[in-house]
C-alpha cells in the first residue's frame, strides 16, 4: 500500500532535456559548444488523444523527471495485480 501512495505522483509521458542557444550575440551559447548551451526541459505526453510538449521551470524539472520514472513501476504493479472479474462483491468492512 505504500508503494501506492509514492505513486500518486508518477507522471505519463517522457521527460526531456535539451540544450539551446537564446540568440543573444553576447551569451555564452554564443560560442555553440554543447557545455555552453542553455538547458532546456520538458514533459511530453498524449493529452487527450494528441501529443503534447509541456515546457517546464528549472525548479520544476527535477521533480518531473522523478514522476516520470515512477511510471514504469505503476505499470509493473498493476500487471501483477490479480484482474477483479465482472460482477465480484466488495468486500465486507
Avoid: Y
Avoid at 526541459?41 to 520544476?60: D, F, N, Q, T, Y
Wanted: contains cysteine; hydrophobic residues 45%; aromatic residues 4%.
Amino acid at each position: 500500500m505504500r508503494a501506492l501512495l509514492t505513486l500518486r505522483e508518477m507522471l505519463p509521458g517522457a521527460f526531456i532535456e535539451r540544450r539551446r542557444a537564446c540568440g543573444r550575440p553576447n551569451c555564452r551559447c554564443a560560442s555553440g559548444r554543447p557545455e555552453d548551451l542553455h538547458p532546456q526541459w520538458a514533459l511530453s505526453l498524449v493529452w487527450e488523444g494528441k501529443p503534447r510538449l509541456i515546457h517546464l521551470p528549472a525548479a520544476l524539472a527535477e521533480e518531473a523527471q522523478r514522476g516520470v520514472q515512477l511510471h514504469p513501476r505503476f505499470q509493473q504493479m498493476a500487471s501483477a495485480a490479480a484482474p477483479v472479474p465482472v460482477g465480484a462483491q466488495p468486500l465486507a468492512d
